[in-house]
């Protein structure tokens, strides 16, 4: 009987409400560790990292890419029927930032901010930083939402000096639910 009661610290769970109040002394003291950061600050720090260490090679076309790739992880690992969440790490990373085409010299400024953010040998889930459903394409004024696998309708030009964000539109078109032409 004994046996049946005993602790087991590999199946512990502390749960907050409200991320403000997480008490990391109590999650450092019961479980000797930091308290992970929370999956909406790893996507903003991503992005974030993303923005900041790509910059100008930082287009629609790489983004979308990176959506796919993330996508594609999430997607092996259900095929699998794998029950562990899925994690990619800083190399992981790079890897599809080289698939984009973005320069060696980027990749290492991100590999440095990643570390910087997440911490050395950091692995993320891909699920808290990717939208499996949907890729969001979005100015102050316009936000377009585009399901997930058909990112390739999109691409950004400039026209007479204008940049453009243009979707391509083979199949019909309706503007709050009515049917127009183009």
């Known amino acids: 009987m004994l046996e049946e009661s005993q602790t087991n ?4 769970l502390y749960y ?32 974030g990292l993303l923005e900041k260490t790509v910059a100008e090679e930082c287009s629609v ?27 990619i790490n800083k190399s992981d990373a790079s890897e599809m930032l080289r698939y984009g ?4 010299e980027k990749i290492e400024a991100f590999e440095k901010g990643f570390d910087e953010s997440f911490g050395e040998n950091a692995e993320i889930p891909p699920k808290n930083i990717s939208s499996t459903k949907q890729l969001r394409v ?3 004024e316009v936000s377009v939402k585009v399901n997930a696998g058909f990112s390739e309708v999109v691409e950004t030009r400039v026209i007479d000096g204008v940049k453009y964000i243009l979707i391509r539109a083979d ?3 309706t503007v709050n639910g009515v049917k127009v032409n183009i």
Do not use: C, W
């Open 61 to 87: 076309r790489l983004v979308s890419s990176i959506h796919a790739q993330l996508n594609a992880v999430i997607e092996e690992n259900k095929a699998e029927g794998n029950d562990e969440i899925p994690y």
């Open 9 to 12: 610290i590999y199946k512990a």
């Open 171 to 173: 199949n019909e078109v």
């Open 101 to 104: 085409g973005v320069s060696e």
């Open 138 to 140: 979005e100015t102050p």
């Open 16 to 47: 907050t409400k409200n991320l403000e109040n997480n008490h990391p002394e109590l999650v450092n003291a019961i479980f000797a560790n930091d308290v992970p950061m929370p999956a909406k600050e790893q996507s903003e720090t991503f992005s």
